[in-house]
């Protein structure tokens, strides 16, 4: 079993390591500044510098201009919460979606440290399972990766609210916290939105196709992997299609807009999409959001 957690993760560090430092690790950058500049050092002036940072004084004294160089003060933590469920973990498909969600914590932790960023770790399931303080290092984001790799817990429901509720009363400098989940659970979007009043927060819905349809023929055996209720359904008739289908198209469509109505990012992303891709798109479509609210 570690053997295999160990190649697991090691799978893991090859698929990201390209598309971060080639794709992502610029964007997660500038998509999640630091709070301020920070002094770094005075240094003679080269064409082309800003001369708004001429240092005066320095430029007085020595009878040469100098400027001003500052650095961007991070001190960002990067707060991963990766539901642990049965229901959250099964797959119709071949890419299955605790994978999934490793690729992406995988990729938002390797962008993280690149930038020198805290990085942490919550696994919720009926309860909060594990929690990883943020911190630095690559040893960090090592035991973070191998965690979100490890079997989910066997629970009879989901459950988000106390891990929130636990995020929520720590005194945590700003952070970036990913909520990594189908979202089909109840009672937890108020205590999503008041984390977002303190912290820039983001939710990634990882949806599964055999989740939204019925297709092809015979009799399909459901089995709730929580509850473990089973029930028959006959994929050949029309109506029973239809019904469920409407039953998901409804209930994704509640949930996006419970996202819209707290105010809440949230990114869809399907197990058979590239996770690179999806987290480029939203950080494009995040800083164009933030630009066009400066200008406006």
Same mark, same amino acid.
């Given at each position: 079993?570690?053997?295999?957690?160990?190649?697991?993760?090691?799978?893991?560090?090859?698929?990201?390591?390209?598309?971060?430092?080639?794709?992502?690790?610029?964007? @997660?950058?500038?998509?999640?500044?630091?709070?301020?500049?920070?002094?770094?050092?005075?240094?003679? @002036?080269?064409?082309?510098?800003?001369?708004?940072?001429?240092?005066?004084?320095?430029?007085?004294?020595?009878? +040469?201009?100098?400027?001003?160089?500052?650095?961007?003060?991070?001190?960002?933590?990067?707060?991963?919460?990766?539901?642990?469920?049965?229901?959250?973990?099964?797959?119709?498909?071949?890419?299955?979606?605790?994978?999934?969600?490793?690729?992406?914590?995988?990729?938002?932790?390797?962008?993280?440290?690149?930038?020198?960023?805290?990085?942490?770790?919550?696994?919720?399931?009926?309860? /909060?399972?594990?929690?990883?303080?943020?911190?630095?290092?690559?040893?960090?984001?090592?035991?973070?990766?191998?965690?979100?790799? +490890?079997?989910?817990?066997?629970?009879?429901?989901?459950?988000?609210?106390?891990?929130?509720?636990?995020?929520?009363?720590?005194?945590?400098?700003?952070?970036?916290?990913?909520?990594?989940?189908?979202?089909? /659970?109840?009672?937890? /979007?108020?205590?999503?939105?008041?984390?977002?009043?303190?912290?820039?927060?983001?939710?990634?819905?990882?949806?599964?196709?055999?989740?939204?349809?019925?297709?092809?023929?015979?009799? /399909?055996?459901?089995?709730?992997?929580?509850?473990?209720?089973?029930?028959?359904?006959?994929?050949?008739?029309?109506?029973?299609?239809?019904?469920?289908?409407?039953?998901?198209?409804?209930?994704?469509?509640?949930? +996006?807009?419970?996202?819209?109505?707290?105010?809440?990012?949230?990114?869809?992303?399907?197990?058979?999409?590239?996770?690179?891709?999806?987290?480029?798109?939203?950080?494009?479509?995040?800083?164009?959001?933030?630009?066009?609210?400066?200008?406006?």
């Amino acid at each position: 079993m570690h053997d295999h957690l160990t190649q697991r993760l090691h799978q893991l560090q090859l698929f990201c390591k390209h598309r971060v430092d080639h794709l992502l690790a610029g964007q @997660y950058r500038s998509t999640f500044k630091g709070q301020g500049l920070e002094f770094d050092e005075v240094r003679v @002036y080269s064409p082309g510098d800003d001369v708004r940072t001429i240092d005066w004084n320095v430029t007085a004294r020595s009878s +040469e201009v100098h400027i001003k160089r500052f650095h961007e003060e991070r001190e960002i933590n990067l707060i991963l919460v990766v539901d642990n469920s049965p229901s959250f973990a099964w797959s119709s498909t071949d890419n299955k979606r605790q994978t999934v969600a490793a690729k992406l914590c995988g990729l938002l932790g390797m962008a993280a440290f690149s930038s020198n960023d805290r990085i942490g770790l919550l696994r919720f399931s009926d309860t /909060m399972d594990s929690f990883l303080p943020p911190t630095r290092g690559r040893n960090q984001l090592m035991r973070c990766l191998s965690s979100v790799l +490890e079997e989910p817990k066997k629970v009879s429901n989901t459950c988000v609210t106390e891990s929130l509720d636990h995020l929520n009363k720590l005194q945590l400098k700003r952070s970036v916290i990913v909520v990594i989940s189908d979202f089909f /659970m109840e009672g937890f /979007m108020e205590r999503l939105a008041i984390l977002g009043h303190h912290h820039e927060v983001i939710a990634i819905a990882v949806d599964d196709p055999g989740e939204t349809s019925l297709t092809g023929g015979g009799l /399909m055996h459901l089995r709730d992997t929580e509850t473990g209720e089973t029930q028959w359904l006959d994929l050949a008739n029309r109506s029973v299609q239809k019904l469920f289908k409407r039953r998901m198209d409804k209930r994704l469509k509640d949930r +996006e807009q419970a996202f819209a109505q707290w105010g809440v990012d949230l990114v869809v992303h399907h197990v058979d999409d590239d996770p690179a891709e999806t987290l480029l798109s939203f950080f494009h479509a995040r800083k164009k959001r933030v630009e066009g609210a400066a200008c406006g």
